[in-house]
């Protein structure tokens, strides 16, 4: 950006069905993106969270890895019958779930990726969303682990040929997630068992001798967890799921949402203020606050802070997903998937809406990584339709957009939200370069730029949604309109208008008529 030179570029992949490309910005210059990698030839992409390598998957056998700082192929890997690959967070290592040919195969296999080897493989009979990738590294890769039956096993990030060095007995343990900066702690999730509730259970990590939880909490009705840790480990959120609804109020069961803190200070339900599931729950990149979209439609918004107080409502509607951006500052309301998604942009700190908009059939969303733009992409193989990728600045106002045939993938390439500059001068620079864009046209700003301007002058608060009006509820209105001698003009359509009018000039007519026979 214009107000820190030393700032690394953005970067987007972009995958369509047999190949993907690596764009060059925002911003774009000529409004269009540069290529700093043309259509190289995959079946799947991935970043290291880091930003440093990007993993190719080229068949189902070869396996590339690339430089991100010079899109160069660092080392290509033969790994036959792969199912799936995954690069740890800083990028060191590869690892791989090949299917089984044999009962007890080592089929999965952690590679070092500067010297191609393999440094430790185990055997698993499946794969599922839960339990892959089969190791789990914090973001410093400093802790490993994995899960097992009846524990969770920690290796020796230094050397992994040691093997298993710490087991952390947990019997009943389902899934396990390692906290991801510092890995400090690891929760556990163990199911209901012959009449004992179900638990979540957070463990001080590599401690074999803790055979106690540091934070527990029980539930009745859990068929599954989803745990959350913030950044900096000291809270984790847990989204749980119960495939039958008691009160018969949804067809799609019941879920509450719990917070633990690894101090022991808090164990309990958050306090949502109205009734319903819980849609997303995500903290923000600071983790001391947390936003939840929850409740029979229309959702409710809120954020907490970190000991569970409510800090600011962000209204009602038609959402069901939050982004935080990571610089701080913005968040992004959204209502996605089966809604029709609207977006609304706030500004936290200044408690105040930026503007709206809506960006229909978004597959995936999300901040771009200095927080000045926001991303959705329409991909298959979710739609076949429509696919394309929109792009937002910070207020919601569109910046750009490109339709495809078909669209399978697009991403930030991941940079430390610490190699950019303060948000609010990043934005400074970004609104400069926009009235030096618009200069020589002589035109006011774009019109979605108004709308939300308009929008955050005029209502900061979250606006409710209109409810839906069927069309003989919309010609009740104005009749009943007619009926108390008021003119709902602006409401009528041009049609209606029209034909009264019309009826208005045969009632003249008719009038005049009576009178000139009398």
């Known amino acids: 950006m214009a107000s820190n030179s030393q700032s690394p570029p953005l970067e987007i992949l972009v995958r369509g069905p047999e190949q993907f490309s690596l764009w060059t910005g925002p ?20 970043f290291s969270d880091d930003g440093s390598k990007l993993m190719i998957t080229k068949s189902n056998s070869l ?28 990028g060191t290592y590869l690892q791989t779930f090949q299917k089984p040919s044999a009962p007890q195969e080592k089929n999965v296999t952690l590679w070092k990726i500067d010297t191609g080897s393999p440094v430790y493989q185990q055997s698993q009979k ?3 969303k839960g339990n892959w990738p089969a190791i ?13 039956t009846n524990e969770v096993q920690f290796f020796d990030t230094g050397d992994f040929s040691k093997g298993v060095t710490i087991r952390l007995r947990v019997p009943g343990v389902a899934a396990a997630e390692l906290s991801s900066l510092p890995g400090s702690h690891v929760a556990a999730f163990v199911p209901e068992s012959k009449g004992v509730p179900a638990s979540v259970q957070i463990y001080a990590s590599r401690n074999a001798s803790q055979s106690q939880p540091v934070a527990r909490r029980s539930f009745f009705r859990c068929s599954t967890t989803q745990l959350k840790w913030n950044h900096g480990s000291t809270g984790l959120l847990v989204v749980v799921q119960s495939d039958v609804d008691k009160t018969n109020q949804s067809y799609y069961g019941e879920s509450k949402l719990c917070y633990l803190t690894t101090d022991g200070m808090h164990e309990g339900l958050v306090p949502l203020r109205k009734d319903g599931p819980i849609h997303d729950a995500q903290w923000s990149y600071s983790g001391l606050e947390f936003a939840v979209v929850y409740g029979f439609m229309p959702a409710k918004a809120t954020l907490f802070d970190k000991k569970c107080n409510p800090l600011l409502e962000l209204g009602t509607g038609p959402y069901n997903t939050i982004r935080w951006n990571p610089k701080g500052k913005f968040l992004c309301l959204a209502g996605f998937g089966n809604l029709p998604g609207d977006m609304v942009f706030w500004d936290y700190i200044d408690k105040k809406q930026l503007g709206t908009t809506k960006a229909e059939w978004s597959v995936t969303s999300e901040w771009s990584p200095d927080g000045c733009y926001f991303m959705t992409a329409t991909t298959a193989p979710r739609l076949q339709v429509d696919n394309g990728i929109k792009i937002f600045h910070y207020n919601g106002s569109l910046y750009f957009k490109k339709m495809f045939d078909k669209l399978y993938q697009v991403d930030w390439k991941p940079e430390s939200p610490s190699k950019f500059g303060d948000i609010a001068e990043l934005i400074k620079s970004l609104n400069l370069v926009q009235l030096e864009d618009k200069k020589p046209a002589g035109q006011g700003p774009p019109k979605s730029t ?21 069309p003989h509820a919309k010609n009740a209105a104005a009749i009943q309109a007619q009926l108390l001698g008021e003119t709902p003009s602006e409401s009528m359509s041009k049609n209606a208008l029209r034909n009264k009018k019309k009826r208005e000039k045969q009632k003249e007519k008719k009038a005049a008529s009576d009178a000139s026979s009398s």
Do not use: H
């Open 27 to 46: 911003p774009f210059a000529d409004g269009q993106p540069a290529v700093k990698l043309e259509k190289v030839n995959c079946i799947n992409a991935k």
């Open 63 to 90: 396996i590339t890895v690339y430089d991100c700082n010079t899109a160069k192929e660092i080392r290509a890997f033969e790994v036959p019958n792969v199912v799936a690959a995954t690069l740890s967070p800083c």
């Open 450 to 470: 108004q709308t939300s301007v308009k929008a955050s002058s005029a209502n900061p608060q979250a606006q409710k949604p209109a409810a839906y009006r069927p």
């Open 136 to 148: 789990q590294f914090s973001s410093d890769e400093a802790t490993a682990c994995r899960l097992a």
């Open 126 to 128: 499946n794969m599922t």
